[in-house]
């Protein structure tokens, strides 16, 4: 049996449980924030994936992602069911000090999470048998492939895209997917539906930024001093973000929102993501300022122009990824993690990841919608008018979030 760095080993399951604890904290933020007889049916599309995806990721997905395929677009099923995999193989080989099975857990938890961001987006509008189709489509077909090519050595990785913890993998994919369900469900009945308990939202968005250090910092795949700086990178775009959303909305409407300053937050986190390991800290301070405004314009003109993402998944995932993809382009510092920007006079290097975040957004969007329809012809995908007006928790789970006094 190999012998392992039982820090570094250590640090990696710290880091596989925070991504874990994202995806509750990702059901209570959005529960929060949904209508108050919609609470139980969006926390329940995002806890269904812990099981779903997980059974998924073990049969085939992690194969699909990181066998095979080399220079490809998908990979192939030589490790289905881990399949050849021993429990005491060292990832990446010999070199490495954790097991291999710490690696495949920590990508399957960013596996579970990612779908589950496009749900804030149809909210108490789609039906929970053609969600759980969509939830196995959509990995199969856009996640998968999406890993494989940027983080598995597929067609990506060899042309040079770089995404250290999900630019493109996961916040471009499901935000421009988020957009696609909410053009084919078309808008709420209600859209003044306001949010049941905007302390539940702190809970999550306190849990997410929490899991986020696991996300961002684990990403670097071992312990050094990129890890360290993609850790402080994450929580300084954060909270230079949260200011930033809290300071345009207390100009532009007169008072300080805790909703505002809790979503600037998840946007700040959401933009940095790709570029937490490349780039120095002045320009996650850059990336951070941009994030609050430019996510924060992007759902305002979402408003604008009556695009009814419930939960502005678009708006703060969607265009966060876009953002920190193109920022990665325009800031990555060779002294750093040894890849340098357009700063630092790499041209060819910005524009591939420019071309690489429109692919997958562009991609996401198209394939969502196509998918959504297709879905619809063996199951209803969107709700009937009589069960969005009694809310998703009676209609179609028979449960209530609280007593029937409370509401």
């Known amino acids: 049996m190999a012998t392992f ?14 991504v874990m604890l994202m995806t509750p904290g990702l059901a209570f933020f959005y529960g929060g924030l949904a209508g108050k007889r919609n609470i139980l049916g969006i926390m329940m599309q995002t806890f269904v994936s812990l099981g779903i995806t997980t059974i998924m990721w073990i049969s085939v997905g992690y194969s699909l992602c990181f066998s095979g395929g080399e220079g490809g677009i998908i990979g192939d099923l030589s490790h289905a069911f881990l399949k050849g995999i021993p429990f005491t193989e060292s990832f990446g080989g010999a070199g490495e000090q954790y097991p291999v099975y710490i690696f495949i857990a920590y990508q399957m938890m960013f596996a579970i999470i990612t779908p589950a961001l496009i749900t804030g987006a149809f909210v108490n509008r789609v039906t929970f048998k053609a969600y759980l189709v969509f939830l196995v489509l959509w990995q199969l077909f856009v996640y998968y492939p999406f890993v494989h090519m940027i983080w598995g050595g597929g067609i990506l990785a060899q042309w040079g895209v770089l995404d250290f913890a999900g630019g493109v993998v996961v916040h471009a994919t499901a935000g421009f997917a988020a957009l696609a369900s909410v053009f084919y469900v078309g808008k709420r009945r209600d859209k003044a539906s306001k949010p049941n308990s905007i302390p539940l939202v702190a809970i ?41 959303w809290l300071i345009i909305e207390w100009v532009r409407e007169g008072k300080p929102k805790f909703v505002g300053l809790l979503t600037g937050a998840v946007a700040g986190m959401a933009t940095i993501t790709p570029a937490a390991g490349f780039v120095p800290l002045w320009a996650a301070i850059v ?15 979402k408003n604008k122009w009556g695009w009814d993402d419930a939960l502005d998944v678009w708006g703060v995932h969607g265009m966060g990824g876009v953002i920190g993809t193109i920022s990665l382009g325009i800031f990555a510092s060779a002294a750093v993690n040894g890849q340098s920007g357009l700063i630092e006079g790499n041209g060819g290097f910005f524009m591939k990841e420019v071309v690489a975040v429109l692919i997958g957004a562009v991609y996401a969007f198209v394939f969502t919608y196509l998918m959504l329809a297709v879905i619809n012809l063996f199951t209803k995908v969107k709700v009937s008018e009589e069960m969005e007006d009694l809310g998703l928790d009676e209609s179609l789970h028979g449960e209530r979030a609280y007593d029937e006094g409370a509401l």
């Open 204 to 244: 999550g968005t306190g849990l997410l930024w929490f899991g986020w250090y696991g996300f961002n910092a684990g990403s670097e795949l071992k312990v050094n001093a990129v890890t360290t700086l993609a850790f402080l990178n994450t929580d300084v775009a954060a909270s230079f973000a949260t200011i930033t």
């Open 5 to 18: 760095d039982t820090g570094t080993t250590a640090f990696m399951i710290l880091s596989t449980s925070l």
């Open 287 to 301: 990336i951070g300022i941009a994030a609050g405004s430019l996510c924060y314009v992007a759902v305002q003109l």
